[in-house]
């Protein structure tokens, strides 16, 4: 993973030293159940989920500049939502936010220096971004980024006991992301 910048934001590889930023956020009913997970217990849970962030390499710490704190997570994922498009070469987006700084744009700032990583050097034809229904804040994101509704369907979440959500997917094709640039 390479490291980038925005404005206000540095995007890197995740560190185990990271876990009192990330057990800081992960353990609030506001975050985990948004992005399909349960809250952390402990600052241990959060420990091992930074160990395999490290070794599946697809997810980035976001650190605040001005403060040299990790405030959220930000993945570009290997995932294929609607198979019809299997063919195109394509990632997924997935964030959180420590709810502390939600409000101030650094999630769609993340998002639009990953999209710009994705398009510009990995080559990506397409890049997918969902929510869940009832989560609005991921909503506006995706749309703030340029994001275009394509589909919803139902899914089971099994990091949360297989509880049954609606998932909206939208995605940005290389064309539509050169056209907004």
């Known amino acids: 993973m390479k490291k980038l910048e925005s404005e206000r934001l540095i995007l890197r590889k995740w560190v185990e030293s990271d876990s009192k930023d990330m057990y800081e956020y992960a353990k609030s009913n506001l975050v985990g159940p948004n992005a399909g997970w349960k809250p952390h217990k402990d600052e241990d849970e959060s420990k091992k989920i930074i160990k395999i962030f490290i070794e599946n390499n697809d997810v980035y710490a976001i650190e605040l500049k001005s403060q040299s704190k990790v405030i959220g997570g930000i993945g570009l994922h290997k995932r294929t939502p609607d198979n019809k498009l299997k063919?195109?070469?394509?990632?997924?987006?997935?964030?959180?936010?420590?709810?502390?700084?939600?409000?101030?744009?650094?999630?769609p700032e993340a998002v639009n220096r990953l999209i710009k990583y994705g398009f510009e050097e990995m080559n990506l034809d397409l890049i997918w971004c969902g929510h869940y229904d009832f989560n609005e804040r991921s909503r506006r994101v995706n749309e703030k980024c340029g994001f275009r509704y394509k589909f919803n369907r139902n899914e089971n979440i099994k990091l949360l006991d297989n509880k049954k959500v609606n998932v909206l997917y939208y995605n940005l094709t290389k064309n539509d992301y050169e056209r907004l640039k």
Do not use: A, C, D, M
């Not at 959180?96 to 939600?102: I, R």
């Open 87 to 107: 063919e195109l070469k394509q990632r997924e987006i997935g964030y959180v936010l420590n709810p502390e700084y939600w409000g101030n744009g650094y999630i």
